[in-house]
């Protein structure tokens, strides 16, 4: 009899993921069709460059590489190839690096926004055109 209720069981699950199989399959892009990329979805960063001259150099569509320039090691790229949004007016309180550099808004995925972030909340950030 216990060989009758496992014999049942295997049955039981095999039933179950054959239907999970054929669900799957079914999910399954074409042979011979090209893997679709995932869908990066960009968000507006903004942020604070130390040197306001070089922002006013910025143009929406211009393509940067953000560097943070700590005390506490060499230069690194925090965003390569960042796409500039916008170029915000300089309000009268900013303008120049003295006072606190410059704003400018980035369209980069969301992963290399929190980097942005925490970039900029230890170190001084420049930007190069690429």
Known sequence: MGAVVLAGAAAAALAAGGS???????????????????????????????????VR????GDRVDVVAAGRDGPPRVVAAGARVAEVPAADGAEGTAADGGALVLLSVPRETARELVGAGAVARLAVTLC
């Open 20 to 54: 999970q199989a054929q669900a799957s399959r079914a999910e399954a892009p074409a042979r011979g069709a090209p893997p679709q990329p995932a869908v990066v979805r960009p968000v507006t960063a903004p942020v604070r460059i130390a040197d306001a001259a070089t």
């Open 57 to 60: 150099l910025l143009r929406p």
